[in-house]
């Protein structure tokens, strides 16, 4: 197989109909862009996250579906990749997604900050007082005293340009593998649970160290803010359910470029606990919020009911490119895009095509999630589909 994928890479790609469900559909593979670490701009790495969405996947089909001043949608946008894609390609971005996590990081990236900004804001933030309440569920985590500066900070942060920069770097830098984070050694893209992070540490014989968020976030925001931001005022997010947008006009969108969650794959909410438990959300509130299944059938459910509400905002002729992967279910190989296929006619779609993009990096670190056979191959697999009802 992998030896297969890199012939069809070598040659330039492969370009056939294939039989998905009933219908026959154009099939493009090959490397149509190539994803590397920290390509881009500087503000897509402010925040780990996982299950991301690649820079290079929006802004290679903005280029190509879309022109200056067009209203691109991403209603799953998570930290909105393609939302500040759209905008610095000179588009206006509108995104949309239930959890409120991206939303906070795709505020923070929405307008430009000065480093002496961050720096005299810091200034201003009154570290004094300690800080020891409900200090023992973290333990194992921050010492003490970056435990104290991490409540002091958070009671202090106001919902300015700054402080919204401020608090998503320090999202960023909560918990991970070196001095440059906050906490004990762990896992810089998920946050592991209490039990296995003192797991870890445990085993290499560490424990929490002071380490000092303020100088810690000045870094992070030199290497952040090295790029400029094109700001575009007419820009928009909403915290809501991509299955009901009231807020977005019929036939009013250009181009809709987005990614769902894959089934159950990822733990939206345990996965990022302690980044809700700074940004002070309660998870089980949560819970009732996001949909994450491992029911086939409601989530292909959950996926037609979120086509026809994008089917009803974009205009007629126009595309929608929903990117997807290929998951394990049920101890099965499950081709996501095989999904997305017969879900079209039913909501007012036809399918163009569907580029499968192949990448030969592995997305996980081998310390976290042992390498299985293939481990190093992904796909993108982009549904490319038009609305013509």
């Keep these: 197989m992998q030896k297969t994928i890199l012939d069809i890479i070598e040659r330039g790609g492969k370009s056939e109909y294939e039989l998905i ?3 026959k559909v154009l099939v493009e593979r090959g490397q149509f862009w190539i994803q590397k670490q920290r390509q881009g701009h500087s503000m897509h790495y402010i925040v780990p996250y996982q299950a991301c969405f690649a820079p290079q996947i ?17 209603p799953f946008c998570g930290r909105c990749t393609t939302v500040f894609e759209a905008n610095q390609l000179g588009r206006i971005g509108f995104g949309v997604d239930v959890s409120p996590l991206g939303l906070e990081i795709a505020k923070a990236k929405k307008k430009n900050v000065k480093l002496t900004e961050v720096i005299n804001r810091l200034k201003e933030i009154d570290f ?9 569920e973290f333990k194992d985590i921050y010492h003490p005293k970056t435990y104290s500066q991490l409540l002091n900070i958070r009671d202090q942060l106001r919902n300015t340009k700054v402080d919204n920069l401020i608090k998503v770097i320090i999202l960023g830098r909560l918990h991970g593998h070196s001095d440059a984070f906050f906490s004990v050694w762990t896992f810089n893209v998920i946050s592991l649970s209490k039990d296995r992070i003192k797991n870890q540490a445990e085993k290499r014989g560490m424990k929490p160290e002071f380490r000092d968020i303020v100088p810690r976030i000045i870094k992070k925001a030199k290497e952040v803010m090295s790029d400029p931001i094109i700001e575009q005022p007419k820009s928009r997010l909403w915290r809501a359910d991509s299955r009901n947008m009231p807020f977005i006009d019929a036939n009013s969108i250009d181009l809709i470029i987005t990614s769902p969650p894959f089934l159950n794959v990822v733990n939206y909410i345990d996965d990022n606990w302690l980044r809700f ?13 996001i949909v994450q299944t491992d029911d086939l059938n409601e989530y292909t459910n959950f996926i037609k009911n979120s086509m026809e509400e994008m089917n009803r905002v974009l ?26 296929v017969p879900l079209a006619g039913q909501t007012g779609f036809e399918v163009g095509k569907v580029m499968i993009n192949y990448m030969t990096a592995p997305k996980i670190s081998k310390a ?10 992904k796909t993108n697999r982009c549904v490319i589909m038009r609305k013509v009802s």
């Design 277 to 289: 438990w700074f940004l002070g959300f309660d998870r089980n509130k949560l819970r009732k919020k």
């Design 368 to 377: 976290f999630k042992p390498r299985t056979k293939n481990a190093g191959t």
């Design 315 to 340: 205009k007629k002729d126009k595309y929608c490119i929903i990117e997807v992967g290929d998951i394990r279910h049920q101890s099965k190989k499950l081709y996501m895009d095989h999904i997305i």
């Design 21 to 23: 469900g009933d219908k």
């Design 58 to 74: 929006p802004k290679f089909f903005i280029e190509k579906y879309s022109k200056e001043e067009d209203v691109v949608l991403d």
């Design 128 to 136: 004094s007082k300690e800080r020891k309440e409900g200090y023992e």
